[in-house]
């Protein structure tokens, strides 16, 4: 019981800011390339197919490294484990700036790989991490809304980083986006390891908030052990993993992930160049007007995860509360593919924030892995999920760039892009099925 006397902290919403922060890096680095794209590839001599294949380079080792990154958060906990994963994806950032130093440009764009292919791997434990750390720190009821939080951070990144870097490439060079982002990052790393702590270990919880997010389900005891070496191993038993692979349940939720992640990485990759070399906008203006779809899918994003909880507060049910605002969203983001049947520049930019904004009032995929992965192991259950997801960073950057290098335009990738948002709601009404916590036990 709470005492009456005693008025609950709200420290649980301090560390979703921090989850906020640090993602909304995460996506900015992710971006540092499509923003300066169209300079780099000028001087590097890069052609749609082969930006394609550098865009996917990130994805290759993010999807690799997901279920063993996804195991180091087992062992070792989340705010270790993500600090490292901070500092180096911000020091392989920082060195991409440094490409333009290598004589030719094949040798150039084989480091490019490599740094990108580093970055991924870097932040693989990323969101595996942010969805423990709400599976933790936050109630079923609030955990909508905390999910929905730091996954709109991947808009926010946009509305404020994208301006900067636009800026920073036309005034000092794209070599300049780079060094700014990776300082950032590393400073950013440092202020976590003073800032997070788990639950039971937080200098600044009270008991009373203790045994409010305890008593709505959060799994306090997770980290219980963080730091110890002798720290019973988790998430090993592969036996387990097939069980979790096994589940149609599951395999609805990831074949979504992918469909969602499709569009993710056209906003974060080819939507730049889209406006430059589709739309005729000089990269200043990108930078601007990128922000402004964004902006939508911040707000999509925190309405979104709100208006589940909200839902759920009405006493619908889990599956209800959740698969709505997914369907709702996808309907919204399949807009996108009217801007191939209009020339004005307002509503091409009106249609793709209306997108922007579905696709961030949909993506309660988050939401979804901290209310069904197995306690046991919750880092291998969201480093699969991620895994799944994030299939479409390699393959939706090399696939758009094969549709513009045959076609000579964007029109066949706007399609392809909307026809995965339609996937993503038949796997959400018909596979998926009632949403619930899986028991490995049962």
Same mark, same amino acid.
């Not at 909200?310 to 049910?317: A, E, I, T, V």
């Given at each position: 019981?709470?005492p009456? &006397?005693?008025?609950?902290?709200r420290?649980?919403?301090f560390?979703?800011f921090?989850?906020?922060?640090? &993602?909304?890096?995460?996506?900015?680095?992710?971006a540092?390339?499509s923003i /300066?794209?169209s300079?780099?590839?000028n001087?590097?001599?890069?052609?749609?197919?082969m930006?394609?294949?550098?865009?996917s380079? %990130?994805?290759w080792?993010?999807?690799?490294?997901?279920?063993?990154?996804?195991?180091?958060l087992?062992?070792?906990?989340?705010k270790?484990?993500y600090?490292?994963?901070?500092?180096?994806?911000?020091?392989?950032?920082?060195?991409?700036?440094f490409i333009? %130093?290598?004589?030719?440009?094949?040798? +150039?764009v084989m480091?490019?790989?490599?740094?990108?292919f580093l970055?991924?791997l870097?932040?693989a434990?990323?969101f595996?991490a942010?969805?423990r750390?709400? $599976?933790?720190?936050?109630?079923?009821?609030?955990?909508?809304t +905390?999910?929905?939080?730091?996954?709109?951070?991947?808009y926010f990144?946009?509305?404020?980083? /994208?301006?900067?870097?636009?800026?920073?490439?036309?005034?000092f060079?794209?070599?300049?986006?780079?060094?700014?982002?990776?300082v950032?990052?590393i400073?950013?790393?440092f #202020?976590?390891?003073? $800032?997070?702590?788990?639950p039971?270990?937080?200098?600044?919880?009270?008991?009373a908030?203790?045994d409010?997010?305890?008593?709505?389900? /959060?799994?306090?005891?997770?980290?219980?052990?963080?730091g110890?070496?002798k720290?019973?191993?988790?998430?090993?038993?592969?036996?387990n993993?097939?069980?979790?692979? @096994?589940n149609k349940m599951? *395999?609805g939720?990831?074949?979504?992930?992918?469909?969602i992640?499709?569009?993710t990485?056209?906003?974060?990759?080819?939507?730049p160049v889209?406006?430059v070399?589709?739309?005729?906008m &000089?990269?200043?203006e990108?930078?601007?007007i990128?922000s402004?779809?964004?902006? #939508?899918?911040?707000?999509?994003?925190?309405?979104?995860?709100m208006f589940?909880d909200?839902?759920?507060?009405?006493?619908?049910?889990?599956?209800? $509360?959740?698969?709505?605002p997914?369907?709702i969203?996808?309907?919204l983001?399949?807009? *996108?593919?009217?801007?191939?049947?209009?020339?004005?520049?307002?509503?091409?930019?009106f249609?793709?924030a209306?997108?922007?904004f579905?696709?961030?009032?949909?993506?309660?995929?988050?939401?979804?892995?901290?209310?069904?992965?197995?306690?046991?192991?919750?880092?291998?259950?969201?480093?699969?999920f991620?895994?799944?997801?994030?299939i479409?960073?390699?393959?939706t950057?090399?696939?758009i760039g094969?549709?513009?290098g045959t076609?000579? @335009? %964007?029109?066949?990738?706007?399609i392809f892009?909307? +026809?995965?948002?339609?996937?993503?709601?038949?796997?959400?009404? %018909?596979?998926?099925g009632e949403i619930?916590?899986?028991?490995?036990k $049962?």
């Open positions: 019981m709470i009456a &006397t005693e008025k609950k902290t420290t649980r919403w560390i979703v921090m989850l906020f922060l640090v &993602t909304a890096l995460n996506y900015a680095d992710r540092t390339l /300066a794209g300079d780099m590839s001087q590097l001599g890069l052609d749609s197919v930006m394609g294949y550098v865009f380079a %990130f994805a080792s993010y999807v690799a490294g997901q279920i063993p990154g996804g195991w180091l087992d062992r070792f906990g989340s270790k484990v600090f490292w994963s901070i500092f180096l994806w911000s020091v392989f950032t920082l060195l991409q700036g333009g %130093f290598f004589g030719t440009a094949g040798t +150039a480091v490019l790989f490599g740094l990108r970055v991924g870097s932040e434990p990323s595996p942010n969805s750390i709400v $599976a933790s720190w936050f109630p079923s009821h609030e955990r909508g +905390a999910a929905a939080t730091f996954n709109s951070a991947q990144a946009t509305v404020l980083f /994208a301006p900067i870097m636009g800026y920073i490439t036309y005034q060079g794209w070599e300049y986006v780079f060094y700014f982002m990776g950032v990052g400073i950013v790393a #202020c976590w390891l003073k $800032a997070i702590h788990s039971k270990n937080h200098p600044r919880i009270n008991q908030e203790l409010y997010i305890e008593s709505g389900g /959060a799994l306090i005891n997770m980290d219980q052990n963080e110890n070496e720290k019973e191993k988790k998430g090993e038993n592969w036996n993993i097939k069980k979790l692979l @096994s599951l *395999l939720i990831y074949l979504g992930q992918y469909c992640t499709t569009l990485y056209f906003f974060l990759t080819w939507f889209y406006l070399q589709e739309r005729g &000089t990269i200043l990108v930078g601007f990128a402004l779809p964004a902006i #939508c899918g911040f707000l999509g994003g925190i309405l979104g995860g589940s909200f839902l759920l507060r009405k006493g619908f049910s889990l599956t209800i $509360a959740r698969k709505t997914i369907v969203g996808m309907v983001s399949m807009s *996108l593919v009217a801007a191939n049947y209009v020339d004005a520049q307002w509503i091409v930019i249609v793709m209306l997108a922007f579905g696709k961030g009032f949909g993506a309660l995929g988050w939401a979804v892995v901290s209310d069904t992965s197995p306690k046991e192991m919750s880092g291998v259950s969201g480093g699969l991620n895994t799944f997801g994030n479409a960073g390699i393959t950057p090399i696939i094969y549709i513009i076609t000579g @335009s %964007f029109n066949g990738a706007l892009v909307g +026809a995965n948002a339609l996937v993503a709601i038949f796997s959400y009404l %018909f596979l998926v619930k916590r899986v028991d490995l $049962a």
